[in-house]
Structure formats: structure tokens, C-alpha cells
């Protein structure tokens, strides 16, 4: 059922702090994700400060991916955007092939 109510600006308050409540969320999520990551990417001496930043390469996604599965994955050296996307899709496919259980 929906609430009921007084007015618009009644509603534009609730909408505000539905919106202010899951940005909190959201950013306690990220920040234990975050901790999460570094937890494992200390292993092999790594670390990240913002997990879209830090991982949109794929060199750190490739790391934690090591760590975790203990399987060492290949990567591309340049720093092009060439590179870094195929970086990424390393990581997609080992994550597919594991699910399927390839690996």
C-alpha cells in the first residue's frame, strides 16, 4: 500500500530521504567492499583506495581473481584502453569459465 500524502512537498521530503538513506547504503557498501578487497590484495602487496577507480583497469581484478582462485591468469602490460579492456574481459572469462567449472 502507498503511503498517503499532505502535499508535494511532503512527498518531495520522503523522496529526499529514501534517496539520502540508500546513498548511505550504498556508499557503506562500497567501503566494506573495499576492505574486503584490500583484505586479499595484501597477499600479493596491492591495495586500492576506490573500488571503481582501482579496478577498472583490470590489473587489480586480475590480482584479486589470483588470489582468491589460486590460478595465475594472463594479462596485457600497456596501459592503453586497448589494454585495459581486454584486461577486463580476462577477468569476465575466468569468471565464466569457473562458473562453469572449466577451471
Same mark, same amino acid.
Given at each position: 500500500?502507498? %503511503? =498517503?500524502?499532505?502535499? #508535494?512537498? $511532503?512527498? !518531495?521530503?520522503?523522496?529526499?530521504? +529514501?534517496?539520502?538513506?540508500?546513498? #548511505? +547504503?550504498? /556508499?557503506?557498501?562500497?567501503?566494506?567492499?573495499? &576492505?574486503?578487497? !584490500?583484505?586479499?590484495?595484501?597477499?600479493?602487496?596491492? @591495495?586500492?583506495? *576506490?573500488?571503481? $577507480? *582501482?579496478? /577498472?583497469?583490470? @590489473? !587489480?581484478?586480475? =590480482?584479486?581473481? $589470483?588470489?582468491? =582462485?589460486?590460478? &595465475?591468469? %594472463? +594479462?596485457? &602490460?600497456?596501459?592503453?584502453?586497448?589494454? /585495459?579492456?581486454?584486461?577486463?574481459?580476462?577477468?569476465?572469462?575466468?569468471?565464466?569459465?569457473? +562458473? *562453469?567449472?572449466?577451471?
Amino acid at each position: 500500500m502507498w %503511503p =498517503s500524502y499532505q502535499d #508535494e512537498h $511532503e512527498f !518531495n521530503a520522503h523522496l529526499v530521504c +529514501r534517496m539520502c538513506c540508500m546513498d #548511505e +547504503r550504498d /556508499r557503506v557498501q562500497k567501503k566494506t567492499f573495499t &576492505k574486503w578487497v !584490500n583484505k586479499h590484495l595484501m597477499k600479493v602487496r596491492k @591495495h586500492i583506495n *576506490d573500488l571503481y $577507480e *582501482d579496478l /577498472r583497469d583490470g @590489473h !587489480n581484478l586480475i =590480482s584479486l581473481l $589470483e588470489v582468491l =582462485s589460486g590460478i &595465475k591468469l %594472463p +594479462r596485457e &602490460k600497456g596501459r592503453m584502453r586497448f589494454h /585495459r579492456l581486454q584486461n577486463v574481459q580476462i577477468a569476465l572469462d575466468f569468471l565464466k569459465q569457473y +562458473r *562453469d567449472g572449466l577451471w
